[in-house]
């Protein structure tokens, strides 16, 4: 037992040694996984703790502080898409198909190094998104995929920057936050209150959006693969295994939120009660029935 062990400590310190990026050993967070596993496990306990704490407590309104919040985020992710966009789509020399490490200490592989750790930070940035609905007591919204997609984004971004801040991990970086951009202007428009409803109709769209993000990476990650890209295999398959796990959860939120609730809703304007409010039927029939 003490001998693996040891044998564990020495593979984690000559991965975080011998096959980390050096020039990001020394950015903020990045010398050690504790400080993000630690963020990780506070959150989760805030996020069981707190519905409890504020389950007897008034709702927090937060208006002001959600629509500043909301709008830095804005910011935040137009500025990370702006640097991916400029070190990776735009630049001449960066392959879009299979793009190797380039561990430059100057110009644009070194730029996007920092933008890839800002976006990493911007995941820690996010869980506030938990917290405001912690406080506001929108438990509906606290859902396993949510808890999941926030939880996990932290540490697979903080092995991304450790490791390959670059090469083929542009890819999903860059268009997940050009995704963000919309979805935290969705959130600042729904901040402002009811009379932004009408201007907020496309959030179906939003979610198709980030289902086609999910399966472009799923192909883009194959193909690399398939081709044999000179770039840590390893991380294709973490990567593959995460993105198929984001397919399946997300698809089970759209058929629940989108298709389910449509087809419910063509059934009852055709006078035919959907199959849950048929079975909510049946069942408040039997217990009346039970009763008398």
């Known amino acids: 037992m003490q001998a693996s062990i040891k044998d564990l400590l020495h593979h984690y310190e000559y991965a975080t040694t011998k096959l980390n990026d050096p020039r990001t050993t020394d950015w903020f967070l990045m010398s050690s996984p504790w400080p993000t596993i630690a963020v990780v496990i506070f959150y989760l306990v805030f996020v069981y703790g707190g519905q409890r704490w ?111 801040p670059g090469g083929e991990s542009y890819q999903c970086a860059s268009i997940n936050s050009f995704i963000h951009v919309l979805m935290y202007t969705y959130y600042l428009l729904s901040a402002m209150g009811p009379q932004m409803q009408k201007f907020l109709w496309w959030k179906k769209y939003m979610t198709t959006l980030q289902l086609v993000q999910f399966w472009w990476i799923l192909g883009h990650t194959l193909h690399a693969m398939y081709i044999h890209c000179d770039f840590p295999v390893g991380f294709g398959y973490a990567l593959l295994a995460y993105d198929f796990s984001h397919i399946v959860l997300f698809s089970h939120f759209y058929y629940n939120t989108y298709t389910k609730r449509a087809r419910a809703k063509r059934e009852e304007s055709n006078g035919k009660p959907s199959n849950d409010k048929a079975g909510k039927n049946a069942t408040e029939n039997g217990s009346t029935r039970h009763r008398k």
């Open 54 to 164: 504020m389950k007897n407590r008034p709702a927090y309104s937060l208006k002001d502080l959600m629509l500043c919040y909301n709008f830095c985020l804005v910011l935040l992710n137009a500025y990370i898409f702006y640097e991916y966009l400029v070190s990776t789509w735009l630049n001449p020399n960066f392959s879009k198909a299979c793009q190797v490490m380039d561990y430059s200490n100057e110009g644009l592989p070194l730029r996007l190094a920092k933008v890839s750790w800002w976006f990493y930070f911007s995941k820690i940035i996010e869980l506030m998104d938990t917290v405001f609905f912690v406080l506001r007591k929108k438990n509906n919204q606290i859902s396993f995929l949510h808890v999941y997609h926030h939880s996990t984004m932290p540490l697979l971004w903080w092995t991304g920057v450790k490791f390959v």
